[in-house]
């Protein structure tokens, strides 16, 4: 808001005069779009480390679908951010970056599951 206020030129003769006509309505709006934007896509780690833990995923898959991956959190960026390229890089970047947080958070759940799996096997293994 100070910004765009900061554009503001008062009418004096011989000079048109700009003022800022800002309504809050509109303000709200794009403030409510962008948080719920940035807090839906920011849930991307616990959705992909959740489908790890079923089994829905891997961390192979998740390595090999990186380039689809990537054009997509850009594409969704786009549609969810105004159109201007800096809100769009804002959510695009984290969101990738989130997107390779999962893929480690989904090895270390593979992991833990291997280790279970191996745990349970030896014990199985033993006599009694």
């Known amino acids: 808001m100070k910004f765009f206020g900061g554009y503001q030129v008062a009418a004096t003769r ?60 850009f594409a969704v960026a786009a549609i969810f951010t105004p159109p201007d390229a800096i809100s769009m890089m804002s959510l695009a970047v984290p969101l990738v970056l989130l997107y390779e947080v999962s893929i480690f958070s989904v090895m270390m759940i593979e992991r833990g599951k291997a280790r ?4 349970r096997a030896a014990k199985d293994a033993t006599p009694s």
């Open 116 to 119: 279970e799996d191996a745990a």
């Open 14 to 73: 011989g000079v048109m005069g700009i003022e800022l006509q800002a309504k809050v309505s509109d303000y709200l709006d794009l403030v409510m779009t962008l948080m719920f934007a940035f807090g839906l896509t920011f849930q991307l780690p616990v959705l992909l480390s959740l489908l790890g833990k079923v089994g829905i995923v891997t961390s192979r898959a998740l390595k090999d679908m990186r380039r689809y991956a990537i054009v997509g959190l």
